[in-house]
């Protein structure tokens, strides 16, 4: 399910079209003559989520070019790519630690283990980087892979503060910045640069595309401790086990003091999978209004992004980008 | 240590500086901002090993230039990106399946589990086709990421054939093509068109390359069923246990039948990580000649890859590439 329905019935159906060739486009690029390659690609389908980066890029490419909705082929080309990367990060994601796979036991079927996903994770990012090195210009070569670097940094970084309970808001957001939001403020940037706009409203989309990522990622990781596993279709929770420290809870640990402070510390370091302290958390973030106060810094971000689109002139592309800031803080999956 | 010594004093010199940039420019692009990123980028330093492929980029240069020893800035780049791509190779096949976890126990310490050998190794393809983007001319980008893309498409085809005591030789040449020689080819062919070399010595260039590439993975397969491990420098016999087969035991599955096929088959399916089956395996593998036939198909590979080097003037360099030719089947690590 995509992140936003336009509300406007002929730019949705335009982006449904363009959103179809993007998938054509990856389809295409991904084909392989090995069969159990194919197999492979057929099963990450299952992946394909809100196509929050591609649609980025394709309204951002609408509402930057001169007829407020032309899409180029390399805007197509890009929206492939970056999804590509998006996917080759989930598919990454699914590799297991070897805590997790002692304790959970959890079975990946055959080959679809530890082993396969990460080669399938690497296909995926080198066959994005062969589409992008295709395009026209090397500029989307240059941009996008700066903006990996940044992603796997970011990802590392986050790596790196695992049951850090000390972590700071200024290094999560850092984190954040780097692992998710910067990506989608190239989606916007280079869209714009691919409709030849200065630098300048280039740069404002980035802004649009950074802050909206930032709240994406704030809400994703509300979603993950406050959730429902069926509303959002996936297992929750997992950020606590991993020992990933999080808006809520970053608050929450600055909020309590005293014995309360030392009992969250202790049921963090000690017991964080067991149900029974996850239900305790999830009390004392509803008595601290944790979840307000990430929900409420996401609606500050959403808030400057929309500032950022005030340089394009109006059309439906413009108040679809709009609609998906707001998007982003409402959404329940 | 490197592959081959040089013979000649002055080139082994000038090989030796070009080196040393080559790892600085290494270094350059992998720095981080942050403390954690570095600390895992100095940790895979230990990985460097023979430095095949920027090698192959380095003398491949001098053979084809104009004055039989010149190396440009951009076989600099690019002998630094082969290296980073091979090393993010070597980094994510240190991560694990589930089986061999659960079986080997290996204390893989702090952040240095699954994860971060997954992000560590996105990190490094990151920044290699990064470094690849700004080479001046787009060619790069297109003929590393079309090989990468090889690459991972090998890898998992080898991984779709754990445990396929049918596999012939016909598809062991296909995976080894795809996931060790085309990288090998790409060095010589791209280090030839940097010199604005013909399209024809290119290839001929692609074929040294390839053959040297094919044969130089034979005589690694070789070594992990035979070799000493004091003197290869890493665990061996791991093919055997993850139900890899190469040529040796390809061609000795070929060989033998009745009640020696039969048992064979048995001590694959049942018991392939038993020394005393090891033993055995090494007892026919022996009686049967097959690592005499192994080495005589690389010696074979070994002889038409020199071939190709037929249209090159004489020059120490040409006479490094035949010497690397024939190190890669005398090699014992």
Known sequence: MLL???????????????????????????????DCVNDLVTHIEQYRGKMLRPTLVLVTAMATSSD????????????????MVHMATLVHDDVLDEAAVRRGGRTVNGLRGNEAAVMLG?????HAYHLCSHMDSPLASRVVSASTNQVCAGELHQLANRENWELDQETYYQIIRD???????????????FNDLSADVADEMYIYGEKLGLAFQIIDDVLDLTGSEDTVGKTLGLDLRKGKLTLPLIYLLQQVDGDTGQELRVLLESSRESDSTIARIRELIDKHDAVAYATNAAQGLVDRAKQSLGSLPQSPAHDLLS???NAVLTRKF
Chains 1, 2 share one sequence.
Do not use: N
Request: charged share 15%; hydrophobic share 45%; net charge negative.
């Open 4 to 34: 936003v329905a336009p509300q406007d019935s002929a730019i949705s159906e335009r982006l449904g079209e363009e959103l179809d060739q993007v998938q054509k486009l990856f389809a295409q690029e991904l084909s392989s003559s090995l």
């Open 323 to 325: 609609q998906m800031a």
């Open 179 to 193: 692992k998710t939001a910067c990506l989608c403020g190239t989606c916007c940037s280079l869209a714009a640069l």
């Open 122 to 126: 690497d296909y995926l990012i080198s």
């Open 68 to 83: 407020g909705a032309k899409v180029t082929h390399a805007h197509q080309q890009l929206a492939a790519v970056v999804e």
